[in-house]
T-cell receptor, first 111, second 113 residues
Framework: KQEVTQIPAALSVPEGENLVLNCSFT??????LQWFRQDPGKGLTSLLL?????REQTSGRLNASLDKSSGRSTLYIAASQPGDSATYLC??????????FGQGTTLQVKP | ETGVTQTPRHLVMGMTNKKSLKCEQH?????MYWYKQSAKKPLELMFV???????ENNSVPSRFSPECPNSSHLFLHLHTLQPEDSALYLC????????????FGSGTQLSVL
C-alpha cells in the first residue's frame, strides 16, 4: 500500500527565501507524480506533473524533481513571495491508477 | 475557475437530515471523483466514475451514496451522517480514469451537528 510522507508539515519563511519541500513515497512503481497547491478552504490546483521517466519539471519559480528509485520528490520554490502561502501536496499516481496524497506542507511566507 | 463547479460551498446538517452535494464539470472529461479531506488527514479517495459507471468505491459507508447521471454531473447523496463525517468534500475530473491530470472544484465544507 502506497504511503506518502511530506516533510516538513509546516514552514514559515521571510519573503525572498529559496525553499525546498520534501515528499517521500513507499512504492516506487508509479506512473507519475504531481505537486498541487491548496489555498485554505479551497480545492487543489495542479502545479507540476513529472512522468516516471523524467527527473524534473520546471514552471516559473517552481522546480520539481523526482528520484523514483529512492521514492523521493522535492519541490523547490525560488524567491518566495507572500502569495506563495498555501498548502502544497504531493501525489504519486500508482500503477493501479490511484492518486495517493500526502498530508501536505503548509507554507507561510511573511512580507 | 478550473471548470469544475461544486454546490453548495458550505453545508450544515443534522444527523437525521438528507442532503446532496452537486458537482458539474465543463471540461468534456470522462472521469469524475469524490474525495474527502478531513482536518489533519490526507485526501481520501471515495468514489470514481468513468463514462458514468462507478469503477471505484473505496470502502465508503453506505450513508454516502453517489450518483452520476452523465459524464458532466456527479452527486453525493448524504443520509444519517455522523459528526466525524464533517470535512471538505472535493470533486475532481480528468480526461481519463488514470487521473493523468486532475482538475478540482472548490469543495463543499460540510459540518454535521
Amino acid at each position: 500500500k502506497q504511503e506518502v510522507t511530506q516533510i516538513p508539515a509546516a514552514l514559515s519563511v521571510p519573503e525572498g527565501e529559496n525553499l525546498v519541500l520534501n515528499c517521500s513515497f513507499t512504492d516506487s512503481a508509479i506512473y507519475n507524480l504531481q505537486w498541487f497547491r491548496q489555498d485554505p478552504g479551497k480545492g487543489l490546483t495542479s502545479l507540476l506533473l513529472i512522468q516516471s521517466s523524467q527527473r524534473e519539471q520546471t514552471s516559473g519559480r517552481l522546480n520539481a524533481s523526482l528520484d523514483k528509485s529512492s521514492g523521493r520528490s522535492t519541490l523547490y520554490i525560488a524567491a518566495s513571495q507572500p502569495g506563495d502561502s498555501a498548502t502544497y501536496l504531493c501525489a504519486p499516481l500508482s500503477n493501479t491508477g490511484k492518486l495517493i496524497f500526502g498530508q501536505g506542507t503548509t507554507l507561510q511566507v511573511k512580507p | 475557475e478550473t471548470g469544475v463547479t461544486q454546490t453548495p460551498r458550505h453545508l450544515v446538517m443534522g444527523m437525521t437530515n438528507k442532503k446532496s452535494l452537486k458537482c458539474e464539470q465543463h471540461l468534456g472529461h470522462n472521469a469524475m471523483y469524490w474525495y474527502k479531506q478531513s482536518a489533519k488527514k490526507p485526501l481520501e479517495l471515495m468514489f470514481v466514475y468513468n463514462f458514468k459507471e462507478q469503477t471505484e468505491n473505496n470502502s465508503v459507508p453506505s450513508r454516502f451514496s453517489p450518483e452520476c447521471p452523465n459524464s458532466s454531473h456527479l452527486f453525493l447523496h448524504l443520509h444519517t451522517l455522523q459528526p466525524e463525517d464533517s470535512a471538505l468534500y472535493l470533486c475532481a475530473s480528468s480526461q481519463g480514469q488514470n487521473a493523468e491530470k486532475l482538475f478540482f472544484g472548490s469543495g463543499t465544507q460540510l459540518s454535521v451537528l
